[in-house]
């Protein structure tokens, strides 16, 4: 009866071990997209508006196979800066595992170079 206790207790922390690990590596996935494009789609400061109240979606894909994911930003201008010059970006990777709704969110603050 023990055994049967203690090994209901392992194989149970192995399970959560297992979908701790799988999120992680999904997290770090959505991480490495929303670096990614905010690098390489550097905000038009001129045309982007001054200041955005909803995300839009700029790009989906897939994390992992049959793991679908949305990219969506926000640019808005910085309490920082005037005229413009530095723009907070907010981008948001989600997905859906098993059922349940994950996101990361990812913000940094680019300026404008003349």
């Known amino acids: 009866m023990i055994v049967t206790y203690v090994s209901l207790a392992f194989i ?13 590596k999904f997290k770090t996935m959505a991480y490495s997209e929303a670096v990614n494009w ?17 995300l839009t979606v ?3 894909g897939e994390l992992a196979e049959g793991v679908p994911y949305t990219l969506e930003k926000e640019i808005t201008l910085s309490s920082l800066g005037d005229n413009g010059k530095y723009k907070t970006i907010r981008v948001r990777v989600s997905w859906t595992e098993r059922g349940e709704d994950k996101e990361l969110i ?3 603050i680019k300026a404008k170079y003349d």
């Open 12 to 24: 149970q922390t192995l399970m959560n071990n297992i979908k701790a690990e799988k999120l992680a």
């Open 38 to 54: 905010i690098e390489n789609n550097r905000p038009d400061f001129d045309a982007d508006a001054l200041s955005t109240t909803t």
């Open 58 to 60: 700029v790009h989906t």
């Open 106 to 108: 990812y913000a940094t």
